[in-house]
């Protein structure tokens, strides 16, 4: 089956720009979660989604912000681009959440200029 | 919040030897503990969980770790390891009914022939 799909797998941005990165869960999936992931930081959970409804937010600006479609696909978006947000963003996805087991996409390798 | 601290940011090992990465969070309440394995230019990859039960679980790839619910710790073992295991691995944890997994810094492993 197809795995999680995440897009584009590269993005270079210039600061004060803001970005979408999109999320495609398995079929079936209905919770998405984000987690930025830095060599200073380690991998910071974003928020999650679950039907259309975030669950759960982590200590992020108002910069950051997501949602979830009917479909279950999901995409965050972050506003005013600053050079600290130059991370590798995960999108997981899971049945009905993080005890199913997270999978996780390959990432958006954001770089901000 | 749940703090993850993983007791080890390198384990060089050699091929066929045996490996154990340790792992222990804070809390002391009910926790869903998980290792996820991270190749380089990926996402993360489920190795295993522990939900509840048995304190000893099996996953993939020859892994299992062990609950100890006393000294809060969650530790990766196997007994014989592959150059193939070389990769980084995470351990996580997750408050029931919080949604979000909370890792820690990560351990990379380096097999050598």
């Known amino acids: 089956k197809a795995g999680v799909t995440q897009t584009p797998r590269y993005l ?49 600006p108002g910069r950051f912000s997501g949602r979830q479609f009917s479909n279950s696909r999901s995409e965050m978006n972050v506003s005013t681009l600053e050079l600290g947000d130059s991370a590798l963003y995960l999108c997981a996805s899971s049945l009905f959440g993080q005890n199913y087991g997270y999978t996780f996409g390959s990432g958006t390798r954001l770089t901000v200029v | 919040a749940q703090s993850v601290t993983q007791l080890d940011s390198q384990v060089p090992v050699f091929e066929e030897a045996p490996v154990e990465l340790r792992c222990n969070y804070s809390s002391s309440v009910s926790v869903y503990l998980f290792w996820y394995v991270q190749y380089p230019n990926q996402g ?70």
Do not use: M
Request: charged content about 15%; hydrophobic content about 30%.
């Open chain 1, 12 to 60: 270079i941005k210039t600061r004060g720009q803001q970005v979408t990165l999109s999320c495609s869960p398995i079929s079936g999936h209905r919770s998405v979660s984000w987690y930025q992931q830095t060599p200073g930081q380690g991998l910071q959970f974003l928020f999650e989604y679950f039907s259309e409804t975030q669950r759960n937010k982590g200590n992020f």
């Open chain 2, 44 to 113: 993360l990859q489920l190795l295993l969980k522990y939900l509840s039960g048995s304190t000893l679980v099996k996953g993939i790839n020859g892994f299992e770790a062990e609950f100890n619910k006393s000294q809060t710790s969650f530790h990766l073992r196997k007994p014989s390891v592959h150059i193939s295991d070389t990769a980084e691995y995470f351990c996580a944890v997750s408050d029931l009914g919080d949604y979000k997994l909370s890792f820690g810094a990560g351990t990379t492993v380096t097999v050598r022939a």
